[in-house]
């Protein structure tokens, strides 16, 4: 004969065991999920610490158009240099990995080059994307052309450059080669 006590205690025992069994795969997946997480977030910073690097040592130019970059504060960059938003984040400072991720390219000082969002994703669009010399080079024609930039954009950024007589950091052309050297 079954009291209602006994009733109770078989509930109460059924439900401590679901969540005994559930809770395991469940704290699994949360410490995973968390573990993961904490790991995207290390690796996200260590790559923004090591961006932030790479703009300091380029005085804050993209290392194929050789444009200014952003890494912050687009306000005052759009102020700096009167231009839209839209203007603004396509000249986003970007972590460009020389030698591309899928092809082992490793998020090292040596392998991360700052770069536009524009140049970034040019580059990476492509088909075969070309080597970063080769890109570089590419880049560079297109620049000299006028044709590199939506607009009268790259045109009117010399200007702002040409005006403030803001003088290119030696470090700039270097970095491709410094890359050569230490790979
Ligand atoms: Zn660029």
């Keep these: 004969m079954t009291t209602a006590?006994?009733?109770?205690?078989?509930?109460?025992?059924a439900h401590g065991r679901w969540y005994c069994i559930g809770q395991r795969p469940l704290r699994t997946i949360l410490w995973r999920t968390g573990l993961q997480h904490l790991l995207e977030?290390?690796?996200?910073?260590?790559l923004i610490r090591i961006r932030a690097h790479a703009a300091l040592a380029q005085s804050h130019r993209c290392i194929y158009c050789r444009m200014p970059i952003w890494e912050k504060d687009s306000k005052q960059f759009m102020r700096?240099?009167?231009l839209t938003h839209r203007e603004a984040e396509l000249l986003r400072c970007t972590a460009e990995h020389l030698q591309a991720k899928q092809d082992g390219g490793r998020d090292s000082r040596?392998?991360?080059?700052?770069?536009?969002w524009y140049c970034n994703s040019r580059r990476h669009q492509a088909h075969a994307p070309l080597d970063?010399?080769?890109?570089?080079?590419?880049?560079?024609?297109?620049?000299?052309?006028?044709?590199?930039?939506?607009?009268?954009?790259a045109t009117r950024l010399q200007a702002h450059i040409n005006a403030s007589s803001s003088p290119q950091s030696p470090n700039l052309g270097k970095r491709l080669q410094n890359r050569q050297q230490l790979n």
């Design 5 to 13: 006590r006994d009733e109770q205690s078989r509930d109460v025992h």
């Design 41 to 46: 977030s290390l690796m996200t910073s260590k």
């Design 80 to 82: 700096q240099f009167d």
């Design 110 to 116: 040596s392998n991360i080059a700052a770069a536009c």
């Design 132 to 153: 970063p010399d080769d890109f570089a080079a590419h880049v560079q024609r297109r620049v000299n052309k006028g044709a590199w930039l939506p607009g009268s954009l």
